[in-house]
């Protein structure tokens, strides 16, 4: 497998767009309502045989909109299959993004992002051009110009003042981040087409078929044990599919997606990633009151996300290794990316992690954790990094029970009633792109995203 990682900006400026250019190189606007003009940043973030997956970040330049449709055409037959921040179309060589419910309104200046996966043939060159709205994407925006008199030329109009006001942040990433981007990446069962099922009999045939399969979860399914997911499986919860009495089990396959799913009263694991699975996102699920792990990853996997997701009532959340005496299998893997999860009073685990380096956990949200927030042992190596950390009396640590001290490296994290945990060591650097959250606005964005529900799939 092959991993590239290219980014272009497209910034062909016009003569009008340098007109905006003031001393200094800031960009003012050129009237008191800004004229049309729209900036997008594309890049290819991982790519296999096959396929790859892009991401996409538009910035409005000229008046706010209420909603908006991102326009590129592809010149080498790629076609987009999955999608995430955005819905996307495609008809020929025209691909359409058009926002989702969250991320419609683009003030001056404001950028929003969204990515997704596709095929690819023989090459997969960038677009060349894009349109927001049917406005041109130049980097720059169309200054109005004032009449001047018959046979002299037009003159644009004075610049007001800089605003004072800073631009607005961009909105969450809600796409696929992480460690599950790498290896090439995880799409899951791509673009077969869906099949719906709601008993427990027809869940189990779907998830252990051969093959590429997207399985829809409809209603509340009540089971036993844990059922076996095969590779290249997609699961998506439709509105309020609940899961009851028992949990999925990827077991040495890989690109497992599993989004939007409430997962209670398990009886053993809700999901658990073991011998060697690898390329596995789970995102936008709900645990409540099982009786062991709500997410356990273990036995050598790799390249897992766990994203967007709710933890309460609940005691052992999240671990990563099993046991101190398999680092042989685990030493060199376990690598996994944990963002924007709600650790809603969930008690320990949240994660204890075990051999993984680097293990990166970003922009979580911890609530009343009465046991601990993050145990790294066993020689691991965790970046805690930008989390908000409330009610929390133990919010990081070293060692583990048994288990000898890991490595630790925290920063830029957000405490409330709660102290600054252990460090030590150092930690192996992330070699994905990724947005990193003010820490202190990470409870609101986190409980107003994280769950089952809080998407549209």
């Not at 699975?277 to 709900?286: G, L, S, V």
Request: hydrophobic share 30%; net charge neutral; proline share 5%.
């Amino acid at each position: 497998m092959r991993t590239t990682q290219r980014r272009m900006t497209l910034l062909a400026t016009t003569a009008a767009a340098s007109a905006a250019l003031v001393t200094g190189g800031l960009l003012t606007a050129v009237s008191a309502q800004a004229a049309a003009g729209c900036r997008v940043a594309y890049s290819v973030a991982s790519q296999w045989p096959g396929g790859f997956t892009g991401n996409v970040t538009v910035t409005n330049l000229g008046d706010p909109v209420s909603g908006w449709t991102l326009r590129w055409s592809y010149g080498a037959g790629q076609q987009v299959s999955q999608a995430w921040g955005a819905t996307v179309t495609q008809s020929g060589s025209q691909v359409s993004a058009t926002n989702v419910d969250y991320n419609g309104n683009l003030v001056t200046n404001g950028s929003t992002s969204f990515g997704f996966n596709a095929s690819w043939n023989s090459s997969n060159p960038d677009p060349t051009s894009f349109t927001l709205n049917n406005v041109a994407c130049t980097g720059g925006t169309t200054t109005p110009t004032t009449p001047g008199t018959p046979g002299t030329p037009s003159t644009p109009p004075t610049t007001p003042p800089i605003p004072s006001d800073p631009p607005p942040s961009v909105p969450p990433q809600t796409g696929l981040v992480g460690w599950a981007t790498q290896n090439g990446g995880t799409t899951g069962g791509g673009g077969a087409p869906a099949t719906t099922v709601s008993t427990a009999s027809a869940l189990t045939s779907a998830l252990n078929a051969t093959g590429s399969a997207v399985i829809r979860v409809s209603g509340t399914i009540s089971c036993s044990g844990m059922l076996r997911v095969r590779s290249n499986k997609t699961i998506l919860g439709n509105s309020g599919a609940t899961i009851v009495g028992c949990g999925l089990n990827v077991s040495g396959d890989r690109n497992v997606i599993i989004r939007n799913l409430t997962f209670r009263d398990w009886n053993d694991d809700a999901i658990n990633v073991q011998e060697s699975a690898t390329n596995i996102w789970i995102d936008h699920n709900t645990f409540s009151n099982g009786y062991d792990g709500a997410v356990d990853i273990k036995r050598g996997s790799d390249f897992v996300t766990v994203s967007w997701n709710r933890v309460f009532n609940h005691d052992k959340t999240m671990l990563l290794g099993h046991s101190d005496d398999n680092g042989a299998q685990d030493t060199g893997h376990l690598r996994v990316t944990y963002h924007h999860n709600w650790f809603d009073g969930s008690k320990q685990r949240n994660p204890r992690v075990r051999f993984g380096n680097p293990v990166h956990v970003y922009n979580n949200y911890y609530r009343a954790n009465t046991g601990y927030g993050v145990a790294s042992t066993e020689n691991a190596g965790v970046l805690v990094e930008g989390n908000y950390f409330e009610n929390v009396p133990d919010t990081y640590h070293l060692g583990e029970a048994d288990s000898g001290p890991g490595r630790l490296v925290a920063r830029n994290n957000h405490f409330v009633n709660s102290p600054a945990g252990q460090t030590g060591g150092s930690v192996a650097s992330i070699p994905y792109s990724y947005q990193l959250d003010t820490a202190s606005n990470v409870k609101s964005i986190v409980t107003a995203g994280a769950g089952a529900g809080r998407i549209t799939v």
